[in-house]
Structures are given as structure tokens and as C-alpha cells.
């Protein structure tokens, strides 16, 4: 009798130790730091072997400081001096540029945003034209998306003496794509320019995002004016993080870039500046939990009319 009721205590205390086990588990689990993201930003040239070795040490340090997922600019794998040159080193999502990076990502365990990979397009052999193209790669090394530029770049400001024809060599991409689950959060995909559109990015946002990117290479002119204002203003808008890798300097004596990576979070604030000077990487944590508040706080979604009410001026105007 006294031997039934030791075993019955015994399981009982164990089972009890079991759950208290789980509890604390499950306790540090849900308070353990948000993950860290990578936001680079480099120097890229016509030469792609240095613009690579580049971009992996970059990545390489950003795995070192802890993070699950870093940021590329776009024209990581290259900006070129001319539409020739732009044209003839661009390949396509199976050549040997895109094989690396999926090497990368599986040596280092580490996801990838390639944003701005020039991508040969379809008919290639007799359109010669390309698409620009961010690509998410996880840390097996598979594509799990690619989004192609939707909005191109056909700017000229003579008096800031910028002149820019992206239409000139590039396809605009078909669609938007659904956000990416990744370790750091749902990411939606942007490219530069696209960052002047909130349409974009509040119909990322309504799919999902909790965060959105724009890798880019904003000149020196339109980046002082208008890079972090965007920026802030896309953040605050959708209530999500904002990460944007970005280029910086002289790229050939025909381009530079204005640099100032950013990182910012649901209620605008800055949280990480890369500089304008020269290459570099910002670790952010991005805290998922920040979307929530401010989103529950501020609910501006739940207060936003339907699609008719803001077209309602449309019709009164025709």
C-alpha cells in the first residue's frame, strides 16, 4: 500500500517537474531578444569579383554581430558605366552571380535580401532589355521570391544634373509579390524609386508585411532631399519596419550615390545610419511586438475608408 502511494507521488511530483520545465521553457522563449537584422551598404562598380568579395565580407560580419538576415543595395553585383556595359554584364537568375550568393547563404546559415540584380530579360537574344530584380534567398539556399522593379526610373533634373533613363535597358516587372515569411518578420519586397509610391507599399502592408525593404542607389542630389523623408513616411504609413540597404559614393566617374542606410521602425524613428561616406553595416533589432502596439495603439487600417471614398473626387471632376 505505502509503495503504491510513493509511486503515485513520484509521478506525480515528475510529471509536475515536467511542466514546470515547459513553462519555464516557453517563458524564456517568449522573452527572448527579437532577432537581428543586417542593413549593408557598399560602393559597387563595374567590376563584379570585387563588387562580390564586397559584399561577402560585409556579410560575413553581419552573421558575426548575430544576424539572421542581411540586406543588400541595390546593384549589388554591379553598376555600370554605360548601357553597353550594364547590358553585357548582366545574367540571369541561374548564372554564376545568383549560384554564389546561394552558396553564401548556405555556408553561413544566413538569409539573404539581394535587391537590384540585374536580370536578363525574357527574349533576351533579341530584346536585350533586363529587369531589376530582388531576390530572397533563405539559409538553405533556396529562392523563395523574386520581385522585379515596378516602378522605373525616368528622371531628368537639369538642374541638379541628373538625367536617368532606366527604361532605356529595363523591363517593369508584372506584379507585386505576397510578403516573404522570414526569421525576422513577413518582409515586403520594394526597389528604390518604388519607395515614392505608397500605393506600394500599403498594399504590402494589407498582405501582410510587418516589415518593408528598399534596397537602393538614390543619387546624391534626391537622396539629401527626399531619402529619409520616404523613408519615415513609409514607415508611419503602414506601421511597419523599414529596412534600406543602400549604395554609397563613387561608383565611376559618371555616378554617385548618397548612402545613409536606414533602419526605421513603426512609429518613424530612426533607429540605424550607415553615413554618407563610405561602406559599412547597421545591426537592428527588429521587435515584431512594435508593430503590434502601434498598430493597436494608432489603428489607422481599421479607421481607412473603402477604395470608393478616396476615388469619390473622381467622379465629380469628369
Known sequence: MFSWIWRSCAKNVATLARRRHKTALLNRMSTSPPPLAAICQMTATP????????????????REKGASMVFLPEGFDYIGSSRE?????????????????????????VWLSLGGFHEQGPDWEQERHIYNSHIIIDNKGDILSVYRKSHLFDVK????????????????????VAPVETPIG?????????????????????????????????TVATGAAHWEVLL????????????????VG?????????????????????????????????????????VKRTRKNMPVQQ????????????????
Open 186 to 218: 513577413k518582409v515586403g519586397l520594394g526597389i528604390c524609386y518604388d519607395l515614392r509610391f505608397p500605393e506600394l507599399s500599403l498594399a504590402l502592408q494589407r498582405s501582410g508585411a510587418d516589415i518593408l525593404t528598399y534596397p537602393s542607389a538614390f
Open 157 to 176: 533634373l537639369p538642374e541638379k544634373g541628373i538625367s536617368l533613363m532606366e527604361s532605356d535597358f529595363t523591363l517593369p516587372g508584372p506584379s507585386l
Open 47 to 62: 567590376n563584379k569579383e570585387a563588387n562580390f568579395s564586397t559584399c561577402r565580407k560585409l556579410v560575413e560580419e553581419a
Open 250 to 290: 563613387q561608383h565611376h566617374e559618371k555616378r554617385s550615390s548618397y548612402g545613409h542606410s536606414l533602419a526605421v521602425d513603426p512609429w518613424g524613428e530612426v533607429l540605424a545610419d550607415c553615413g554618407g561616406d563610405s561602406p559599412g553595416v547597421v545591426i537592428v533589432e527588429v521587435d515584431l511586438d512594435k
Open 232 to 247: 519615415r513616411a513609409r514607415a508611419i504609413e503602414s506601421q511597419c519596419f523599414v529596412l534600406a540597404a543602400a549604395q
Open 303 to 318: 479607421h481607412r475608408r473603402d477604395t470608393a471614398f478616396y476615388h469619390s473626387l473622381d467622379q465629380t471632376s469628369t
Open 85 to 109: 556595359e550594364t547590358l553585357s554584364l548582366s545574367e540571369s537568375l541561374a548564372g554564376d552571380t545568383i549560384a554564389r550568393y546561394i552558396k553564401v547563404a548556405r555556408q553561413l546559415d
